[in-house]
């Protein structure tokens, strides 16, 4: 499965993003889908994902409550809603697959290239 991941950008705080992961070569539907975001000098940390069936969302709780994962069946796409963004929100963002419900990058199999999200504050 090829991943695209679009919609980043430069946005001041309390603004908000939607980012888009769309995938080709294989339906969505037998993966849970993640976001994973890598800031400067930081490790890559897990953000939120969201099993295929029956959709169940999970966050990280530093997002909780700003950002909403959601799906689009038919398009073969997932989006991240981010509002209130801050500025330790800005990272490369990162979309990615696994066969499992799980938060640990190590287990995704593949990946998008990244969206660059860049708070000014």
């Known amino acids: 499965v090829q991943l695209q991941a679009s919609g980043g950008g430069l946005v001041q705080a309390g603004g908000s993003l939607r980012l888009s992961c769309a995938a080709s070569?294989?339906?969505?539907?037998?993966?849970?889908v993640g976001w994973f975001r890598q800031a400067p000098g930081k490790e890559r940390e897990f953000v939120a994902r969201?099993?295929?069936?029956?959709?169940?969302?999970y966050y990280a709780d530093s997002v909780k409550g700003r950002f909403t994962m959601s799906r689009d069946n038919a398009q073969n796409t997932v989006y991240l809603q981010m509002n209130s963004l801050k500025s330790e929100d800005t990272a490369v963002y990162y979309c990615?697959?696994?066969?499992?419900?799980?938060?640990?990058?190590?287990?995704?199999?593949?990946w998008g290239q990244g969206t660059q999200v860049t708070v000014s504050s």
């Open positions: 990615a697959v696994s066969f499992r419900n799980t938060k640990l990058s190590n287990l995704y199999d593949y």
């Open positions: 070569g294989r339906t969505l539907s037998t993966y849970t």
């Open positions: 969201i099993t295929w069936s029956p959709g169940v969302t």
